[in-house]
């Protein structure tokens, strides 16, 4: 180190952030590495179903023959392998734009509740699909998970189920 005090005192910093930049690259490492699993709630997203997702019966909104009819939801559970997640997908097929939110994403396993989201409220366009998606757990095969959904389309409101699913299936 420099002997006149001046030089120190400028040599000291570079120091001090080459350390700190070291210990912010490890910190960024380990974030990467034990990253939590995906999910998207409180907002609505595009999707991509795909054979992992195994869905509920497709609902419509509203009277025969009202525009609220040309709305519809979906309850699904998604099992990928030991992974599971409960999520809903809103679909307006209106000729008009229509408020969606899902006061209850809920997923049960063998009978008892995990968790219990919701999903904001958002604007649907006509033709538009989107889906929200709760956080992703991780289960032993011989579990059963089901989701539950809350489900508003306007000022409509339906209670929406997905099938039971074994965990580990496809």
């Given at each position: 180190m420099p002997k006149n005090s001046r030089a120190r005192k400028l040599c000291m910093p570079k120091r001090f952030l080459?350390?700190?930049?070291?210990?912010f690259l490890a910190t960024a490492g380990?974030?990467?590495?034990?990253?939590?699993p995906a999910f998207a709630d409180p907002y609505w997203q595009t999707?991509?179903?795909?054979?992992t997702w195994h869905c509920g019966e497709y609902v419509t909104w509203g009277d025969v023959g009202q525009l609220w009819e040309q709305?519809?939801?979906?309850?699904?559970?998604?099992?990928?392998?030991?992974l599971t997640q409960a999520v809903?997908?809103?679909?307006n097929y209106g000729p008009g734009g229509n408020d969606i939110w899902?006061?209850?994403?809920?997923?049960?396993?063998?009978g008892s509740l995990i968790y219990n989201r919701?999903?904001?409220?958002?604007?649907?366009?006509?033709?538009?699909?989107?889906?929200c998606m709760?956080?992703?757990?991780?289960?032993?095969?011989?579990?059963?998970?089901?989701?539950?959904?809350?489900?508003?389309?306007?000022t409509y409101v339906k209670n929406l189920w997905s099938p039971t699913t074994r965990m580990c299936t496809t």
């Open positions: 080459a350390g700190l930049l070291t210990a380990i974030s990467v590495v034990t990253a939590a999707y991509s179903k795909t054979g709305n519809a939801a979906e309850a699904c559970i998604v099992v990928n392998g030991n809903v997908i809103a679909h899902a006061e209850e994403v809920k997923l049960w396993k063998d919701f999903c904001y409220v958002s604007w649907l366009n006509t033709g538009a699909s989107r889906a709760a956080p992703t757990n991780s289960y032993p095969c011989t579990s059963n998970v089901q989701a539950q959904i809350t489900m508003h389309h306007g």
